[in-house]
């Protein structure tokens, strides 16, 4: 086994680390997307790769970005609509 990290997991660190830019990005083309994780056509990920991006995207991205007032994340309806500060 190599030290190299495998193209799943470069893949899923590049998903983590720009999914805030995705979803701005994402709403600067529609007003309310889905609040699921925006992942490329090329991009795969293992299923616990997907959970764990739920996740974050859930309890860490979106609250952040409502925080700030880019977005507003509504649980209840799992959408996410552009804040007063987009």
């Known amino acids: 086994m190599s030290g190299q ?3 799943s997991n470069e ?3 590049t998903a983590l680390r720009e ?4 979803v701005i990005c994402a709403l600067s083309e529609d007003v309310t997307i889905p609040a699921t994780p925006i992942l490329w056509d090329d991009e795969t990920l293992s299923c ?3 959970v764990t991006l739920v996740y974050e995207l ?3 991205h ?3 970005l409502r925080a700030d007032g880019v977005v507003e994340f509504d649980r209840h309806s ?3 609509k ?3 500060r987009f």
Do not use: A
């Not at 999914?19 to 995705?22: A, E, N, S, V």
């Open 78 to 80: 799992d959408e996410v």
């Open 11 to 13: 893949q899923f660190e």
């Open 48 to 50: 616990e790769e997907y």
């Open 58 to 60: 859930h309890h860490v």
């Open 5 to 7: 990290p495998s193209e």
């Open 82 to 84: 552009r804040g007063e």
């Open 62 to 64: 979106l609250p952040e």
């Open 19 to 22: 999914q805030k830019g995705r």
